[in-house]
Every structure is written in C-alpha cells, then in structure tokens.
C-alpha cells in the first residue's frame, strides 16, 4: 500500500462515489510507483460492487485519463495509477448544485378527462322493474310473523356424570325392585355405596334409573346362582366301606352261603 497513492486517490473531485471507493481498492494494492495488479474478484469483495460494476467503472476511468491498464506478464491486467492526471476545463461535473439565484420551477398536474365533462351522479335510480321486485321482497319479508321463522339450534348432547349423594329413588324404580321380589332398602344401599366409591370413567353413566334396573336383575342372577351352589350333593359311602362290604361277599360265598 502507498501512502501517496492512497492521498492522490482521496483528491480525486471529478469521479463518482463508485469511481472513487474502486481507485481507492486500487491505491491500497499500488506500488509507489502506482503499478497494481488485483483481481477483479478482490476488487469486487473490497468495494462491495458487482462484477459489471467494476467492468464499468474501469473503463470509464481508462478513458477519462485517470488510470492506465495493459496486459503485463502477470496472471491479471496490470494497472497503472496517473498521478498526473488534471480534469480537462471542459469535463462535466459530477456533482451538481443549482445556483442560489435560480428559479424554482412547480411542476404542474396534468388534469386528466374532458373538462367540459358533467360529474357522474351518485344517485343511481333502478329501473322500475328492479325497485318492484325489491319492494315485493321487502313486503314479504316483513309480513312473516317470529313464529314462522324457525331458529335451528344444535341438539343438546347428553353427557355421562357420576352417581349425585343426594340422588333419591323413584316409584318407577321402587315398583321394578319390588316386582323382582328384592328388598328395596338393602338393594339401594349397596347400589349407592358401590358407584360413589367407584373411580374412573366406568363410574359415569347416561341414564342411572337404567343403571338401577340392570343391578336389580344382576342381583336376582346372583341369587338364583348362589342358591344352586350351596344344594350339597348326595353322600356316597367311603372308600373304606365298600371294601368292607366286598370282603364279606366274597367270605359267604367261599363258605357256601346264599347270597
């Protein structure tokens, strides 16, 4: 890098911001004599530009006088800096100011359409066959009366819930325990006690008038089933017994006896 290049550069006034940020890449890759020769990649990652960019900006630089570049026996071009390079008087400026004395011009809008043009109405009448049928619509409308129109609402879903403390017995229930030859008062106990200490899902039930209907016929099932179970079956002689007694028919037969 050279201190002198990089000073020549920064004093550069008839170049664009683009023309400046690319002579000072190339200045902090200038020998002191302003040879460099960086590639157009490494130009492109220190000046942030795009590779036409950078295309563009060397040419416009090469014809204007600023900077040289021919081939060398480098991989690259080789770039020569111009530190004695003046603007021509005539160059354009690149930065231009309006004079403190200059006219400031208004741009005037265009008005679009014909002048003489009348304003569209906003009020549009319908046709007397549309206002008609609109009218028929409204008077038929408000000529329903509430009840005729009929609010569709969702059907209630019954959900499952737990056997309540307070649930009481009803007559219907009553008369089927009674019927089935149950007593009420013990059947009902154990029915209570047995859902409100029962947990889970299966203690949840639709319909516990149902629910009581089915215990009372489970409970006459176990009854009958209970009442089986306990007849004793008939007493057959032992083991012993029996030998005994064969013994004694074959000694009478042996001696002669009629059996």
């Known amino acids: ?153 969702p059907p209630k879903v019954k959900r499952a819930t737990r056997l309540s403390e307070d649930w009481e017995l009803p007559d219907e229930g009553i008369t089927f325990a009674e019927d089935l030859g149950l007593n009420v008062p013990m059947t009902f106990g154990a029915f209570r006690d047995h859902w409100l200490s029962k947990a889970g899902k299966d203690a949840c039930k639709l319909d516990w008038l149902a629910t009581w209907r089915n215990w009372c016929r489970k409970k006459v099932e176990w009854q009958t089933t209970s009442v089986q179970t306990t007849k004793k079956p008939p007493v057959q002689a032992s083991f012993g017994v029996n030998v005994a007694q064969g013994t004694a028919e074959r000694f009478l037969r042996e001696n002669g006896a009629n059996l």
């Open 1 to 153: 890098m050279s201190l002198e290049a990089m000073h020549w550069a920064f004093n550069q006034q008839d170049t664009t911001p683009s023309e400046k940020v690319l002579l000072l890449a190339l200045a902090d890759h200038s020998a002191p004599d302003g040879e460099c020769w960086p590639s157009i990649p490494l130009l492109m990652k220190k000046t942030s530009l795009s590779e036409r960019a950078v295309f563009n900006n060397l040419k416009s630089l090469s014809k204007r006088g600023v900077i040289r570049r021919e081939k060398g026996h480098h991989k690259s071009i080789t770039t020569f800096l111009n530190f004695d390079y003046t603007p021509a008087p005539d160059a354009p400026c690149t930065k231009c100011t309006p004079a403190l004395n200059a006219p400031q011009r208004v741009q005037e809008m265009q008005s679009r359409g014909a002048g003489d043009a009348p304003k569209p109405s906003y009020n549009h009448q319908l046709e007397p066959s549309v206002k008609e049928k609109n009218s028929k619509k409204e008077n038929s409308s408000s000529s329903k009366s509430k009840s005729e129109i009929q609010i569709c609402s």
